[in-house]
């Protein structure tokens, strides 16, 4: 199934639509082929079996290791947004056994057949326990809010980019840099996965940072599924003496405004430095919102921001977006600062933004030997496995 994606792209499409034709509707309108995750989740979920087969011959050879079962229970939580029946799990799998039959040109081998049963098993369970313990597949969000962003009061809006205010009467528990699934009413299927920037909180108050993602007015509502993906700050040391760098580049400063607002609420909470980065200066925003932290009793003695833009309008120009009062500016990449001599010694290191971002400045860190930073790129796609 991996060896030829477009090809079982295209062929799943039409056994799902020949087996479920009223599911058409939780996919993009138009569409002709399935998602991405349709082919490559179960695929690599069967090559995880098959990587962790046991030797032992009286040890069940279907029996699922915990990285792949814990995998397939999460992404079945993961599309219960979409509506799709979890009773409907155990028939999904029988058309997975079609398709890959049909692409060998023979049957199945018994153990793949039965090892893909299982996988509609653990999915089905999985749905069916939050189905029944009354768990939100999906909620609605009202929006409350939508800013064109800027550097600060008074300055031109920055390039394309929007904060975006919600809420929901339901709160939707996540982490700081966990990314929720979000769908505008009026596009069928589209899912965007989101950063909040807000950390948690029991009013159901939402801030997302977006660019194309959503074309909302005050007064919408979106879909929105359960947050998931990596938490950074669990594995961070909160102690005082310890030290985080945190690295948001363009809208990744999302998910780094969340974490920095989560550390200013406990007690504990590490030297943090935040790079913000962007590739031009008139991309910056928000950054009244960061100079305001700065200039804060409860954050002066643990916070320090810098803003780093690669290419500038004018240095000197007073008027500069990027200038604002208490942070400091370094006009270079941020790939080039994040990596330089002595900025990551002694840090565990958070990188945020798309990524083709995140790996320009993990490249260029692990060329100067640092150890691999924790990365949020919103629009990476899920390793559900690697999870567990």
């Not at 002709?32 to 098959?50: D, N, Q, Y």
């Not at 939580?77 to 058309?95: D, I, N, V």
């Not at 006009?331 to 900025?343: D, F, K, M, N």
Request: proline share 6%.
């Amino acid at each position: 199934m991996l060896n030829d994606e477009s090809l079982s792209r295209s062929t799943l499409w039409t056994y799902f639509v020949a087996e479920f034709p009223e599911a058409t509707g939780l996919l993009p309108a138009g569409v002709t082929e399935a998602t991405h995750s349709m082919v490559c989740v179960p695929g690599k979920a069967l090559l995880r079996v098959a990587d962790t087969a046991p030797d032992d011959e009286s040890v069940d050879p279907t029996a699922l290791a915990p990285a792949v079962e814990g995998g397939l229970r999460d992404w079945a939580l993961h599309m219960r947004r979409t509506g799709f029946p979890s009773a409907e799990y155990p028939r999904a799998a029988k058309l997975y056994q079609d398709l890959i039959a049909s692409m060998l040109g023979h049957e199945l081998d018994e153990r793949v057949a039965r090892t893909l049963e299982e996988f509609g098993e653990v999915m089905r369970s999985a749905a069916e326990q939050a189905d029944q313990k009354g768990i939100p597949a999906a909620s609605a969000a009202q929006v409350t809010s939508v800013i064109a962003a800027s550097s600060f009061e008074g300055a031109p809006a920055a390039a394309r980019t929007r904060i975006v205010r919600l809420e929901t009467s339901t709160p939707i528990p996540y982490e700081p840099g966990q990314v929720v699934p979000v769908l505008q009413t009026n596009r069928q299927g589209v899912w965007h996965d989101l950063a909040p920037a807000l950390p948690y909180n029991e009013l159901g108050q939402l801030e997302f940072h977006v660019r194309e993602e959503l074309d909302v007015e005050v007064g919408d509502y979106v879909t929105l599924g359960a947050a998931y993906g990596t938490a950074p700050l669990r594995g961070v040391d909160k102690r005082p003496g310890h030290r985080l760098l945190i690295v948001a580049d363009g809208t990744g400063l999302a998910a780094a405004k969340a974490m920095v607002f989560d550390l200013m609420e406990r007690d504990e909470r590490p030297e943090v430095e935040l790079m913000i980065g962007v590739e031009h200066e008139d991309e910056f925003y928000d950054l009244h919102t960061f100079a305001s932290l700065t200039s804060s009793s409860e954050v002066h003695d643990w916070l320090t921001i810098t803003c780093v833009a690669e290419q500038v309008i004018d240095p000197e120009d007073p008027e500069s977006p990027a200038i604002v009062e208490g942070l400091r500016r370094v006009w270079i990449g941020v790939e080039r600062l994040a990596s330089a001599t002595g900025t990551w010694w002694g840090r565990d290191v958070v990188v945020c933004g798309s990524v083709a971002r995140c790996t320009l400045i993990t490249d260029a860190m692990k060329e100067a030997g640092a150890p691999a930073p924790t990365v949020v790129a919103m629009d990476e796609e899920a390793d559900w496995f690697n999870e567990h």
